[in-house]
């Protein structure tokens, strides 16, 4: 009478092939969440500065011209609201300048959405960052220079 008996569970090797596996994912997957996070927090900005733009685009189109003093009636600079710090409107005589300064938890990234043309042609909205660094944390929009 021959008993054999079967191996039952898994062997310390495959075990440990498992657990590094789950360390090498985790150590990938756990900066691109923070990045994620943080451009997350930055979109935040984008749309509070996106609502300032319509009322930038009926100013000019009411004044049919840039005006400095006129630009930016009516719209309220916001300061620290969530993950934002600020965002202001600036007006100019040739164009409006709309920048948005994050908070910390935000890496405090900044960038400025631009207003060119408007007063014989339709108004187009450039977004750029000054910082190459603060370029991974920016709406894709910003990223390819337009918006």
């Known amino acids: 009478m021959n008993i054999q008996k079967s191996q039952q569970g898994f062997t310390l090797i495959e075990l440990m092939i498992v ?15 923070q990045d994620y996070m943080v451009r997350a927090r930055v979109t935040e900005g984008l749309s509070l500065a996106s609502g300032m733009k319509a009322t930038v685009g009926e100013n000019i189109a009411s004044n049919a011209a840039y005006s400095a003093g006129t630009n930016c009636e009516g719209v309220d600079d916001v300061a620290s ?9 600036v007006g100019g005589a040739t164009n409006v300048v709309i920048t948005a300064t994050m908070g910390t938890k935000a890496q405090d990234v900044v960038f400025t959405l631009t207003a060119t043309g408007g007063v014989a042609a339709p108004i187009t909205w450039v977004c750029a960052t000054p910082a190459l660094a603060e ?3 920016v709406p894709a929009e910003c990223r390819n220079g337009g918006s």
């Open 19 to 33: 657990v590094a596996i789950i360390g090498i994912l985790a150590s990938i997957a756990l900066p691109a969440y």
């Open 81 to 89: 609201v969530g993950n934002v710090s600020s965002v202001a409107c």
């Open 135 to 137: 370029y991974k944390y």
